[in-house]
């Protein structure tokens, strides 16, 4: 008897919570044992997502944009740490700032300035909320991490995370696979898809180009697996528009890569090279077959290519229900953002000494605990007589993206003289206000 069709995959859900290094993490969906193994709960969203759309009436936004002065952030937070004071929220979480929209660059008065929406935000301390769009809002730790991964004097090496399937884990799944196949009608397929993942063990997880003990490794990897959910259909889409790859894979595959990774054609510049514009989403799904290499790799098959189109074609709106999605988008702006600063070397054109940023003994940032493994989940079909499994991670290539840079010919970028100022007094300045 053939094996029945199974789709192996990581389980992900909730939201999670600041930890040493060491302690277990439990939080939402979701928890990473003292072992550093990963393991979920549930597929459910954001709790708290229901409850700020719910009170979104209570704000409004002006339409206009936060403006941040780089140079004067770092030296609030630098000034907050040798008064051994906490870091002001507003410093911390970047003016409530939900997106990276603009970047401006000051040669005469030496500054370098961000723009973006704001809005008020849950402070929780994983990830704030905005309480108008439920978007998470962009944080210091992080820029910090792109700048020491993507910024001044880095290669241009990728960052991200890679969940793993090893030939060995594959050789276990369809070894049990074909064991359970004649039993399945008697212990139901619930019982057979656990002990299927039993037999599984644990995926190895993979980080490269960054501090993996940090928000950014773990927010990566979260998105990642939230991903595979979506893919096997273990999350049930939360567009319509967006079909699981499970529901239409009907013939046998191969095994097939999905990543989340850098949208390279996102970066504008204006004709004097003093201003830049992030368009869109920085994001984009692609896939792959699994353990193939050059166009070998790119001979998808038709399902693997539907549920990428139907991703990309959706992806602003599946962002607002996978947060993870959003926060990896944040960190893929974060991450052009430094590579732009180190690619056109920013940092000494406007002699701004980021040394005390990129010395980890001089900004600290915030260790958390995050998984070297994670518990297969398996889900299980009758039909179809084969076994699907899926891999893939995050793939941010800002280095590239910077290179690619298109030139605004229209002017649609705000020019020199039309920038904004930004107020002595102020690293931040707040544009959304409560009714």
């Not at 199974?6 to 939080?27: D, H, K, N, T």
Request: aromatic letters at 6%.
């Amino acid at each position: 008897m053939k094996p029945t069709l199974i789709l192996a995959a990581i389980l992900w859900g909730g939201s999670l919570a600041y930890a040493q290094i060491g302690a277990p993490v439990q939080a939402g969906g979701v928890e990473v044992d003292a072992d550093k193994v990963l393991s979920s709960k549930s597929t459910d969203s954001d709790p708290r997502l229901a409850e700020l759309r719910k009170n979104a009436g209570h704000f409004k936004s002006d339409g206009q944009l936060v403006y941040i002065s780089l140079p004067r952030l770092f030296q609030q937070a630098k000034q907050a740490v040798a008064d051994n004071k906490p870091i002001p929220n507003d410093v911390r979480y970047l003016g409530g700032m939900t997106r990276l929209q603009y970047v401006f660059v000051y040669p005469e008065e030496h500054d370098l300035v961000i723009a973006g929406p704001a809005e008020p935000y849950d402070a929780d301390g994983f990830r704030p909320l905005g309480k108008i769009t439920g978007r998470p809002v962009l944080q210091l730790d992080d820029l910090v991490v792109a700048l020491r991964a993507c910024g001044p004097g880095k290669g241009g090496t990728p960052v991200g995370c890679d969940l793993q399937v090893t030939q060995e884990i594959a050789n276990r799944i369809q070894q049990k696979t074909q064991e359970l196949a004649a039993k399945v009608q008697s212990i139901g397929e619930r019982k057979a898809a656990e002990l299927i993942a039993e037999a599984g063990g644990n995926q190895p997880v993979k980080f490269f180009g960054c501090d993996q003990n940090t928000r950014f490794a773990f927010v990566c990897i979260e998105a990642d697996y939230r991903l595979k959910q979506l893919g096997l259909g273990i999350l049930e889409s939360p567009v319509k528009k967006v079909k699981s790859y499970n529901s239409m894979a009907t013939k046998p595959e191969q095994p097939h890569r999905f990543v989340l990774e850098s949208n390279l054609e996102h970066l504008f510049v204006s004709p004097d090279g003093m201003a830049f514009e992030l368009r869109g989403s920085s994001l984009k799904v692609n896939s792959e077959l699994m353990g193939a290499t050059g166009a070998d790799a790119l001979k998808i098959s038709d399902a693997a290519r539907q549920f990428v189109t139907q991703c990309n074609a959706n992806l602003e709106e599946l962002c607002k229900h996978m947060l993870s999605w959003a926060d990896v988008s944040n960190l893929a702006d974060l991450s052009v953002l430094a590579a732009l600063i180190g690619g056109e070397g920013l940092n000494k054109k406007l002699e701004w000494d980021l040394s005390w940023v990129l010395d980890a003994k001089g900004y600290k940032v915030t260790a958390i605990t995050t998984p070297t493994c994670a518990k297969t989940l398996t889900t299980f079909r009758k039909s179809g007589g084969y076994t699907i499994f899926v891999s893939g991670g995050v793939a941010l290539d800002p280095a590239t993206a910077v290179q690619k840079v298109a030139k605004d010919e229209k002017g649609a970028i705000k020019t020199m003289a039309a920038r904004p100022t930004v107020a002595e007094d102020w690293s931040v300045r707040k544009k959304t206000t409560e009714k």
